[in-house]
């Protein structure tokens, strides 16, 4: 397609309701594309239509069988007639249409498998749900808020199966409100385990086995925010700031402050998560996002999204971008989103109210002269100068009328603190450079040490969160709100996030980028947010692993990476569906099997389908040319192999067992280039080994050809930040391609973004390189963790 016809298709997608993103992205796989803009023009939506109508086009467009396309105009009509009206209704749908394939629409039995005409009002959904607690009363009372509410859901749906699952919820929360009250603190409490009892004697064994532990409480239900306080407590001392010269700066509010703070604010919590737009956000910044936007949800307050960008030569429309984008992605929603620079004239005009306080003065000194006097703790020469003169030269500094680097504005803090980050910190230095968001209005920009305090304060933080290396700076932060008389939020600090095998500095990583030693800051080896979403990582994962690592002041110790990969596996072994890959394909002919014939063999989607669920199952063709991976055959056999070898048999999994009995050799009598195999259509045979595999649609044509990307640790080594050569720990393996691996045909209608689990091999989800004529998988991580007990 050219341009035009792009933003013509573009259109067209958001006029069925799709947002932005989800349209573009879509633009971007060919194959979807096409089925959309068919479905679209079938259902003769062209114009517009309900977003939920659109919601539902989409998933026919991205998942119709491809065994009953006869009956889509169909199932369209249902659609756009709300007939069929929800996710759980088009699931049946697609389940029957797959089942029927090309034959006869039984009108009748597809209305009635879809639930077309059922109609379940509120109060069905209240009698089911009083159904089902007074069932489960006496372990909902017993487990209180710690009821797994799925459970609860599940029993619902199956009585009734077409309810709209938010009323569903609704009622499911307000019946347990009513039977079980407001929340305790005993219901937030991480309960209490028993000690491990010595075994049991042989005559209490049977006694033993029956009782069972109460359930353990998972870490994901801890509430790791009780630790702060609320709102109106911020008139209390929590920090104190020594000076060298005076007496103790205890900080806190008065009442006057804290009166007005908690008028505007309703008494609500307001946090921000303040980012800086020079580079793009890692995993630590996703423990930062669930500390921030995490409180603040909580406590029904709000988290503002702060673009701290006061520097304006590192500040970039890409960076800004991706950042709001990601923070969405993550799950969290900002109460507003500001950027420092929206304060640059409040900020000015309180430095000159500083200046007349006494608590700033215009500088000179250059950085080498400032680092020696504060190596000696001595005051600049400039340090005691007027009030008036230091107000004429910042207007000045302002004005431009000063060079750049010839003069700071600094605050007049304590040069004999023992605290180096109180000694006179610059609060605005000269720079001639436009500023991207404020334009050419200022050459003067504000410091971090004297800009966040207050906008802190200007924009009623309660809650100032922040990495423990920003614990010296709270002096500060706190010296100069009082200095002001500001309004003072109240600051705590936690541990940062060091995850093994990788870098997190902006620095290393814009290294690694520059100089391509990755492919860009979305490459799915870095742990930058936009690198593991592509990689397959969900945000639910990430923020589970967040999540378990809990809000705490510990030493920032090194998190190791297999954590992270449990939570992955954790989500996508729920979420994935299986399907077949085989990466090093090694021809395998059945020669008992007749040539010409092709059987359709069903393969589970999900480990405990159930037989009678049409939708758990897909199609894999069998054939008498079949593949198997290169890695699966020996030559030689041994007691602890479980794959093929002459002589022996395997499962080929969903089919049947198969006996290697012939192999064809290379002149060099080494390498495998076919294997001659029979089947046993009977399955008498019962084969230790499992193999997965891939078969030839139709005679003498190859199965679907895909690129598979195998990703592993970036660096070699747990802390290569440590290292003074760090680049030259980086993994030589840590990308692996292959180019032509065969999959099953079901895989053909994969979209990006789709997850999946390749049997035996591990979780991969579709790339933003696939096109049309080739898919391209990226491995999120295999089935279990390969380094531990030494694996690697």
Same mark, same amino acid.
């Given at each position: 397609?050219?341009?035009?016809?792009?933003?013509?298709?573009?259109?067209?997608?958001?006029?069925?309701?799709?947002?932005?993103?989800?349209?573009?992205?879509?633009?971007?796989?060919?194959?979807?594309?096409?089925?959309?803009?068919?479905?679209?023009?079938?259902?003769?939506?062209?114009?517009?239509?309900?977003?939920?109508?659109?919601?539902?086009?989409?998933?026919?467009?991205?998942?119709?069988?491809?065994?009953?396309?006869?009956?889509?105009?169909?199932?369209?009509?249902?659609?756009?007639?709300?007939?069929?009206?929800?996710?759980?209704?088009?699931?049946?749908?697609?389940?029957?249409?797959?089942?029927?394939?090309?034959?006869?629409?039984?009108?009748?039995?597809?209305?009635?498998?879809?639930?077309?005409?059922?109609?379940?009002?509120?109060?069905?959904?209240?009698?089911?749900?009083?159904?089902?607690?007074?069932?489960?009363?006496?372990?909902?009372?017993?487990?209180?808020?710690?009821?797994?509410?799925?459970?609860?859901?599940?029993?619902?749906?199956?009585?009734?199966?077409?309810?709209?699952?938010?009323?569903?919820?609704?009622?499911?929360?307000?019946?347990?409100?009513?039977?079980?009250?407001?929340?305790?603190?005993?219901?937030?409490?991480?309960?209490?385990?028993?000690?491990?009892?010595?075994?049991?004697?042989?005559?209490?064994?049977?006694?033993?086995?029956?009782?069972?532990?109460?359930?353990?409480?998972?870490?994901?239900?801890?509430?790791?925010?009780?630790?702060?306080?609320?709102?109106?407590?911020?008139?209390?001392?929590?920090?104190?700031?020594?000076?060298?010269?005076?007496?103790?700066?205890?900080?806190?509010?008065?009442?006057?402050?804290?009166?007005?703070?908690?008028?505007?604010?309703?008494?609500?919590?307001?946090?921000?998560?303040?980012?800086?737009?020079?580079?793009?956000?890692?995993?630590?910044?996703?423990?930062?996002?669930?500390?921030?936007?995490?409180?603040?949800?909580?406590?029904?307050?709000?988290?503002?999204?702060?673009?701290?960008?006061?520097?304006?030569?590192?500040?970039?429309?890409?960076?800004?971008?991706?950042?709001?984008?990601?923070?969405?992605?993550?799950?969290?929603?900002?109460?507003?989103?500001?950027?420092?620079?929206?304060?640059?004239?409040?900020?000015?005009?309180?430095?000159?109210?500083?200046?007349?306080?006494?608590?700033?003065?215009?500088?000179?000194?250059?950085?080498?002269?400032?680092?020696?006097?504060?190596?000696?703790?001595?005051?600049?020469?400039?340090?005691?100068?007027?009030?008036?003169?230091?107000?004429?030269?910042?207007?000045?500094?302002?004005?431009?009328?000063?060079?750049?680097?010839?003069?700071?504005?600094?605050?007049?803090?304590?040069?004999?603190?023992?605290?180096?980050?109180?000694?006179?910190?610059?609060?605005?230095?000269?720079?001639?450079?436009?500023?991207?968001?404020?334009?050419?209005?200022?050459?003067?920009?504000?410091?971090?040490?004297?800009?966040?305090?207050?906008?802190?304060?200007?924009?009623?933080?309660?809650?100032?969160?922040?990495?423990?290396?920003?614990?010296?700076?709270?002096?500060?932060?706190?010296?100069?709100?009082?200095?002001?008389?500001?309004?003072?939020?109240?600051?705590?600090?936690?541990?940062?996030?060091?995850?093994?095998?990788?870098?997190?500095?902006?620095?290393?990583?814009?290294?690694?980028?520059?100089?391509?030693?990755?492919?860009?800051?979305?490459?799915?080896?870095?742990?930058?947010?936009?690198?593991?979403?592509?990689?397959?990582?969900?945000?639910?994962?990430?923020?589970?692993?967040?999540?378990?690592?809990?809000?705490?002041?510990?030493?920032?110790?090194?998190?190791?990476?297999?954590?992270?990969?449990?939570?992955?596996?954790?989500?996508?072994?729920?979420?994935?569906?299986?399907?077949?890959?085989?990466?090093?394909?090694? /021809? =395998? !002919? +059945?020669? $008992?099997?007749? @040539?010409?014939?092709?059987?359709?063999?069903? *393969?589970?989607?999900?480990?405990?389908?159930?037989?009678?669920?049409?939708?758990?199952?897909?199609?894999?063709?069998?054939?008498?040319?079949?593949?198997?991976?290169?890695?699966?055959?020996?030559?030689?056999?041994?007691?602890?192999?479980?794959?093929?070898?002459?002589?022996?048999?395997?499962?080929?999994?969903?089919?049947?067992?198969?006996?290697?009995?012939?192999?064809?050799?290379?002149?060099?009598?080494?390498?495998?280039?076919?294997?001659?195999?029979?089947?046993?259509?009977?399955?008498?045979?019962?084969?230790?080994?499992?193999?997965?595999?891939?078969?030839?649609?139709?005679?003498?044509?190859?199965?679907?050809?895909?690129?598979?990307?195998?990703?592993?640790?970036?660096?070699?080594?747990?802390?290569?930040?440590?290292?003074?050569?760090?680049?030259?720990?980086?993994?030589?393996?840590? /990308? =692996? !391609? +292959?180019? $032509?691996?065969? @999959?099953?045909?079901?895989?053909?209608?994969? *979209?990006?973004?789709?997850?999946?689990?390749?049997?035996?091999?591990?979780?991969?989800?579709?790339?933003?390189?696939?096109?049309?004529?080739?898919?391209?998988?990226?491995?999120?991580?295999?089935?279990?963790?390969?380094?531990?007990?030494?694996?690697?």
């Amino acid at each position: 397609m050219v341009k035009e016809d792009n933003s013509n298709v573009l259109d067209l997608f958001l006029k069925i309701g799709l947002d932005e993103k989800t349209a573009k992205n879509t633009l971007a796989n060919n194959k979807v594309t096409i089925n959309l803009t068919a479905v679209i023009h079938e259902a003769a939506v062209t114009d517009s239509c309900d977003r939920a109508v659109g919601n539902l086009l989409y998933t026919v467009a991205t998942k119709f069988p491809a065994n009953a396309l006869n009956h889509r105009p169909t199932l369209l009509q249902y659609i756009v007639s709300t007939k069929i009206k929800t996710p759980a209704q088009l699931e049946a749908a697609f389940a029957f249409l797959s089942a029927t394939a090309s034959e006869n629409l039984k009108v009748h039995d597809f209305e009635e498998a879809c639930g077309v005409g059922v109609e379940v009002s509120k109060d069905d959904i209240e009698r089911a749900v009083n159904e089902v607690f007074e069932e489960k009363k006496t372990n909902i009372l017993e487990q209180r808020y710690r009821t797994n509410i799925g459970e609860l859901f599940a029993h619902v749906r199956k009585k009734l199966p077409w309810a709209d699952p938010k009323v569903v919820k609704e009622v499911i929360d307000l019946e347990l409100y009513k039977l079980l009250g407001e929340r305790t603190a005993a219901d937030n409490e991480k309960p209490v385990k028993k000690k491990k009892e010595k075994p049991a004697k042989t005559e209490d064994k049977a006694k033993s086995v029956e009782e069972t532990p109460p359930p353990k409480q998972s870490e994901e239900e801890l509430n790791p925010y009780l630790i702060f306080p609320s709102p109106e407590e911020n008139y209390k001392v929590h920090t104190e700031v020594y000076f060298s010269d005076r007496p103790v700066l205890r900080a806190c509010n008065s009442k006057e402050l804290l009166e007005k703070h908690l008028e505007v604010t309703g008494g609500k919590v307001r946090t921000r998560f303040p980012p800086e737009p020079n580079g793009y956000l890692h995993i630590g910044h996703a423990k930062a996002m669930f500390v921030d936007f995490g409180l603040a949800k909580e406590r029904g307050g709000g988290c503002y999204l702060r673009f701290d960008d006061t520097n304006p030569e590192a500040e970039k429309k890409e960076y800004i971008d991706h950042i709001k984008e990601i923070v969405g992605w993550m799950g969290w929603e900002p109460f507003k989103i500001t950027y420092t620079s929206d304060y640059f004239q409040d900020l000015y005009e309180l430095a000159v109210e500083l200046i007349r306080r006494g608590h700033a003065y215009v500088d000179h000194q250059t950085p080498d002269e400032v680092k020696e006097y504060r190596e000696k703790k001595m005051n600049s020469p400039w340090r005691d100068r007027p009030i008036e003169e230091s107000l004429r030269l910042f207007d000045e500094m302002k004005r431009g009328m000063i060079d750049e680097g010839k003069a700071t504005l600094r605050m007049k803090q304590d040069m004999q603190n023992d605290n180096v980050n109180m000694y006179d910190l610059i609060a605005y230095r000269i720079k001639f450079t436009p500023h991207p968001h404020a334009g050419d209005k200022w050459c003067i920009y504000p410091s971090y040490d004297y800009a966040h305090c207050i906008v802190d304060s200007l924009e009623n933080i309660t809650h100032s969160l922040c990495t423990l290396e920003f614990e010296t700076r709270r002096a500060s932060y706190y010296w100069l709100l009082d200095a002001l008389s500001l309004y003072q939020a109240f600051v705590w600090e936690y541990s940062r996030l060091n995850v093994s095998n990788t870098v997190m500095s902006k620095r290393k990583l814009n290294r690694l980028v520059t100089d391509k030693w990755v492919d860009g800051w979305d490459d799915p080896r870095l742990m930058t947010l936009a690198g593991l979403r592509r990689r397959g990582v969900t945000s639910t994962a990430i923020n589970a692993f967040v999540r378990g690592i809990g809000i705490t002041r510990s030493d920032c110790s090194m998190i190791q990476l297999s954590r992270l990969e449990y939570h992955i596996r954790e989500e996508l072994n729920k979420t994935a569906a299986r399907t077949l890959v085989v990466l090093n394909p090694l /021809k =395998v !002919v +059945i020669t $008992n099997h007749e @040539a010409g014939l092709v059987m359709d063999l069903d *393969a589970k989607k999900w480990p405990e389908a159930p037989a009678d669920d049409a939708s758990s199952f897909y199609k894999v063709p069998f054939s008498r040319v079949v593949y198997i991976d290169r890695t699966d055959f020996r030559l030689k056999d041994s007691k602890d192999y479980y794959g093929l070898a002459p002589g022996k048999s395997v499962l080929l999994r969903y089919a049947y067992p198969i006996k290697c009995t012939d192999v064809i050799l290379a002149d060099d009598k080494e390498t495998v280039l076919e294997i001659r195999a029979e089947y046993d259509p009977s399955k008498t045979i019962k084969p230790k080994g499992v193999l997965h595999w891939v078969a030839e649609p139709s005679p003498g044509v190859d199965p679907l050809k895909v690129e598979v990307r195998l990703f592993d640790r970036l660096f070699r080594s747990e802390n290569p930040a440590e290292l003074d050569e760090w680049l030259g720990d980086l993994n030589p393996e840590s /990308k =692996v !391609v +292959i180019q $032509n691996a065969y @999959a099953v045909p079901s895989v053909r209608t994969a *979209a990006l973004g789709d997850r999946f689990q390749f049997e035996r091999l591990g979780y991969f989800a579709v790339d933003k390189d696939s096109t049309s004529e080739k898919l391209v998988f990226n491995r999120t991580v295999t089935l279990r963790d390969s380094y531990a007990k030494g694996g690697k």
